[in-house]
């Protein structure tokens, strides 16, 4: 835990030999006393989830059966809490009033039979079920913990292996969501190879990522359905504003620009 922060590690025990003990200030001690606390919630909600989620699977067990949806999705605060960023997995969580916009553009594009694809943005993904609780809609990640959040609707992604992706979902996505994790172009060209596997004829997608692959973006992705791409009316906005990047959202259809344009602040909850 003292990783966090560095500056403990040498600081001497109260046995230690000296002329005096050393104090950290208040604002430091502050800042510890939020941190353990955000960690002992998160762990506690996590184990909560889990404790949930097998005692659900064993109620489905029992019947002999497992729904393709949860009954209830959590809202985008709960699932930060339960949820810590992993940011060597380059995980960084959306603002939760985004999230709502997100969805709400999202659910604008889709019907009752629409497959639609998370990939690595399971932020999005909470934001959408707990707004709409769609059946269709599939969770592609690396990262086994969103298992407990998706359940049947989670899909293992591995960024390196697209070719392990299910034969019954090839073809088949009509609306894919993604937020590449690093802003290059190799990870982009990883992505389009999974997204040729999954995309339908005449399917929409949405990247969300940094703006400075916007020339990345407009070498790759270039023929339908994966481009031209157009950037979106969306502002990407990430929760406690620590990204210094600047973020936008582009669809790969013309009309794509004014997404999002007809959804404004005033209709948001703070």
Not at 47 to 62: K, M, N
Not at 115 to 131: D, W
Request: charged share 25%.
């Amino acid at each position: 835990m003292l990783a966090d922060f560095p500056e403990l590690r040498d600081i001497p025990s109260p046995s230690s030999s000296g002329s005096s003990s050393p104090a950290l200030d208040s604002n430091t001690l502050a800042l510890l006393d939020d941190f353990f606390s955000a960690k002992a919630e998160e762990e506690q909600r996590f184990s909560d989830l889990v404790r949930a989620t097998h005692d659900l699977d064993v109620d489905d067990d029992e019947h002999d059966r497992k729904p393709s949806a949860p009954a209830r999705m959590m809202s985008v605060d709960e699932y930060r809490i339960a949820f810590g960023e992993d940011w060597q997995l380059s995980q960084f969580w959306y603002s939760a009033r985004f999230a709502r916009r997100l969805a709400r553009a999202i659910h604008s594009l889709v019907d009752p039979e629409t497959i639609i694809a998370f990939m690595c943005c399971p932020t999005a993904y909470v934001g959408f079920q707990h707004e709409y609780l769609h059946p269709g809609a599939r969770l592609l990640e690396v990262d086994p913990r969103f298992d407990l959040l998706a359940r049947s609707q989670f899909v293992r992604y591995d960024l390196y292996a697209p070719e392990k992706l299910p034969e019954d979902l090839r073809g088949t996505v009509g609306v894919a969501v993604v937020d590449p994790p690093f802003l290059n172009e190799d990870t982009n060209a990883k992505v389009i190879a999974a997204l040729k596997l999954l995309l339908a004829p005449n399917a929409k997608l949405l990247i969300l990522t940094g703006t400075s692959t916007e020339p990345i973006l407009e070498r790759l992705y270039n023929a339908p359905p994966l481009g031209p791409l157009v950037r979106t009316a969306l502002e990407v906005k990430h929760e406690g504003g620590r990204l210094s990047n600047d973020f936008g959202c582009w669809g790969s259809w013309p009309e794509s620009k004014d997404l999002g344009r007809d959804v404004s602040d005033d209709d948001d909850d703070p």
